[in-house]
């Protein structure tokens, strides 16, 4: 006996040719259907009892629902109860949950009613893009018991700007913008009217401001033109715009950082701390130009030491509701690409009037310790300051001090070598500021062991930096490891974090649920740490997640042991990725990474809105203020988090770029490398001397037919049964740079 929905099939196919010729459409056929149904749960319909409730009479009319039946009666959005019966299916769920978007078009469905993401093809995204909230409903497929998803609802569109390429049809009177991102599926349709200028070829941002039902295509309009493809800065604002930031400020606020009143008044000093007699210094970055933070140091009669943290006093110059702190807020981060900084505050803040120049009296806000030998925390203050440096180092040059120097009796002047130098020529370092730096060395490797010893993860990683022309062009790549005088400005600052957020959130060792912006970070995934567990095996490494204790010291050791290896790179990015993401928020649960029960950023408010807020919170407590209510800045907690994630993407974004621009002038070079990654279509090569990633495809490896093994992290040859495995050294050509798509093409040179 042929089934109901067979029939149902078979008479939508003999009505299809009759439907096409004659009649009109029904309108909102779909939703007259559903809408039936709902208001008769527990009965069930005909098409003819359908048809009727409707006030459809003709042949046309009744053989769309039919064929409308049977669609829906497919995708389980209704059931046949009974022969060419229909009733609401209550079995179908409904979710509200956010959208991934892969690169091939589909989706999955992010939820919390399910524990795994939900399967969704590209045919039942319902228009949804990535990261927008959507409500869908969930169901079994036919065959399996694998989860499907289909969206019925876009409750929240993230993302509604893109860039890429235009494309204008022959007649040049329309065309589509091709998006960069590649988890954007759908090409925008440009009407003539939208093009605004733009010529066939161009780099343009494009605004969707519509999708009609029946399109597959949404419809925008151009409103920046970058430039061409290919063009450096063109590329680095494709970039910036890409992730929804700006690349340059508007013309308001500009003009209201120029008027800001810059002098110190004898009135603002009477309210601070004054220490600008206290010997003051900087330490930062060669090429830095905005300089958040300083330290002070003194010798005490008692034996002790008194170190200051001096930290720029943004909150002085930005207050709430003006122009400049809505600026700052809605960057909520500075974006440092390869071969530029994007500053939150304009020039004017951050590397003017805020930054800690040396010979310049500063505005600040600081935490004073007094700190015995032990590096024990005696005594502290917290509260706003003036300050004059009294010298910058680079780091390079901090190094040399602590590399060259001794603590003797007296302290002998050093000089500076001028491959060193930051003016390129020698000069003389004083005593006082040799003292300084190394007793401040001392005291940081004491906190740093003390800090490790109670479960800290050390990630020394080292960075690769290239090295750039004129032009912005990359002529050679280096590594940058952090050394003495960058863990001793980061375990002071780390202090000042840790103990600025223990003195607002504890009181007698007690929880004070004080509304304050704490950093956090959760414990690595139990999933993740099991999948790094079974990678690291086939180097001969192990790791030990029996406690939290346990995983900690394991993981160090790990970290330890790879380091200066070939797979040292790769283990580290695993082991990274077992870790959850850093965020601000206003509850706390501590810091897993750095073992602080109490953890905040105040370091940092140049390049950083959160820090911006502790300071205004801790004046307010200061002041005596009472705790405010906490939603407000829990709101701007996430914003900040989420600012904080796309500048992070930006940034790996230019990194990716400016690898495959600088491999496009070694295509005829062959390079070691080792597999980090190995999928169903190819594997990812990262060559050693330089860190570039790029990709073989498997149906560019000629000796064999390979397919993936997912339980070996292997491709196999079916025929040599030659294995091609997660940490194998390998040597590749260049065959493919793409700088548009940021994506290397390497071709596998066999033995």
């Known amino acids: 006996m042929v089934s109901s929905n067979k029939k149902l099939r078979q008479m939508t196919r003999k009505k299809k ?58 995708s389980k959005q209704i059931k046949e109860v009974g022969r060419g019966k229909f009733q609401l299916n209550t079995d179908r769920k409904y979710s509200l949950g956010t959208l991934d978007i892969t690169s091939n078009g589909n989706g999955y469905f992010i939820t919390e009613d399910y524990e795994e993401d939900v399967f969704i093809p590209n045919i039942n995204l319902g228009k949804g893009l990535h990261q927008d909230t959507v409500k869908a409903y969930v169901y079994k497929k036919r065959s399996g018991k694998k989860l499907e998803g289909e969206v019925v609802e876009i409750i929240k569109r ?51 401001s519509d999708w009609p039902k029946d399109s597959k295509n949404p419809f925008g309009k151009i409103t920046k033109i970058l430039g061409k493809p290919g063009d450096h800065n063109t590329e680095m604002h494709s970039i910036l715009l890409e992730y929804n930031l700006p690349f340059e400020f508007e013309k308001e606020v500009e003009k209201a950082a120029e008027n800001l009143p810059l002098e110190i008044t004898k009135e603002e000093i009477s309210k601070r701390r004054d220490m600008r007699k206290d010997l003051t210094f900087t330490i930062d970055p060669k090429d830095a130009k905005d300089f958040d933070d300083a330290l002070s140091f003194k010798n005490l009669e008692n034996g002790n030491y008194e170190i200051g943290i001096h930290i720029a006093d943004v909150s002085h110059y930005l207050q709430p509701k003006t122009i400049l702190d809505e600026e700052a807020y809605k960057r909520a981060t500075s974006v440092y690409l ?47 300051t003036v300050t004059f440096s009294d010298q910058r180092f680079a780091y390079e040059e901090a190094q040399s001090v602590i590399e060259n120097c001794k603590l003797s009796d007296p302290i002998q002047t050093y000089t500076m070598p001028s491959d060193i130098s930051i003016i390129d020529k020698e000069y003389e370092v004083i005593p006082e500021i040799i003292e300084a730096t190394l007793k401040l060395d001392e005291l940081a490797k004491i906190l740093r062991k003390r800090r490790m010893k109670e479960g800290a993860i050390s ?16 002529v050679g790549v280096f590594f940058k490891q952090s050394k003495d005088a960058n863990k001793l400005i980061e375990e002071f600052m780390l202090l000042a974090n840790r103990k600025v957020a223990e003195f607002i959130g504890l009181s007698k060792r ?45 993981l160090n050791q790990l970290l330890s042991d790879v380091q200066g290896k070939a797979e040292s790179n790769m283990i580290e990015t695993l082991t990274i990725r077992t870790m959850s993401k850093a965020v601000y928020t206003t509850q706390n649960i501590g ?37 405010p209510k906490s939603n407000f800045y829990e709101e701007k907690c996430k914003h900040s988090s989420n600012r904080e994630e796309l500048a992070s993407k930006a940034e790996r974004a230019s990194i990716k770029y400016m690898q495959v621009k600088y491999m496009q002038d070694h295509k005829d070079e062959e390079f070691e490398g080792v597999i980090t990654g190995v999928t169903e279509w190819g594997i990812y090569v990262e060559i050693k001397s330089n860190k570039c990633e790029g990709m073989v495809r498997i149906r560019d490896i000629k000796s064999d037919y390979y397919i993936f093994d997912e339980k070996q992290y292997a491709i196999v040859g079916q025929s040599t049964k030659h294995l091609y495995q997660l940490g194998d050294d390998v040597k590749v050509k260049v065959k493919h740079t793409d700088l548009e798509r940021k994506h290397l093409d390497f071709t596998l040179i066999e033995k």
């Open 17 to 74: 040719k009759i439907f096409k010729k004659k009649g009109n459409i029904v309108k909102d056929l779909t939703r007259n259907i559903f809408k039936i149904l709902k208001e008769n749960p527990d009965t069930s319909f005909n098409y003819k009892q359908i048809a009727a409730k409707i006030k459809i009479s003709d042949t046309d009319g009744k053989s769309q629902i039919i064929k409308k039946l049977a669609e829906l009666a497919i």
């Open 158 to 208: 993230v993302n509604t700007e893109f860039v890429g390429v235009l494309h204008k049809n022959k007649n040049k009177n329309y065309g589509f913008v091709i998006p960069d991102n590649h988890k954007m599926y759908a090409d925008i349709f440009i009407s003539e009217n939208k093009i605004n200028g733009a010529e066939d070829g161009d780099k343009v941002q494009a605004t969707i």
């Open 459 to 474: 990630f020394d990683r080292v960075e690769v930096k290239f090295n750039l022309d004129e032009e912005a062009n990359p």
């Open 510 to 554: 007690k929880a004070t649920n004080k509304t304050f912006i704490y950093r956090i970070h959760d414990e690595p995934d139990v999933e993740k740490l099991a999948s790094l567990q079974n990678i690291i095996r086939k180097f001969g490494y192990k790791i030990n997640t029996e406690t939290k204790e346990t995983t900690s010291d394991s």
């Open 338 to 384: 390869v071969d530029r900084v994007v500053p939150m505050l304009p020039e004017m803040l951050s590397n003017g009037v805020c930054s800690l120049r040396p010979n310049e009296e500063k505005l600040t806000f600081s935490a004073v310790f007094e700190v015995n030998k032990k590096a024990e925390i005696i005594n502290e203050w917290y509260g706003r």
């Open 591 to 627: 810091h897993y990474g750095l073992a602080f029960d109490y953890y905040s950023h105040f370091t940092s408010p140049i390049r950083r809105y959160p820090d911006v807020m502790t300071h205004r919170l801790l004046q307010h407590y200061l002041d005596g203020g009472d705790t």
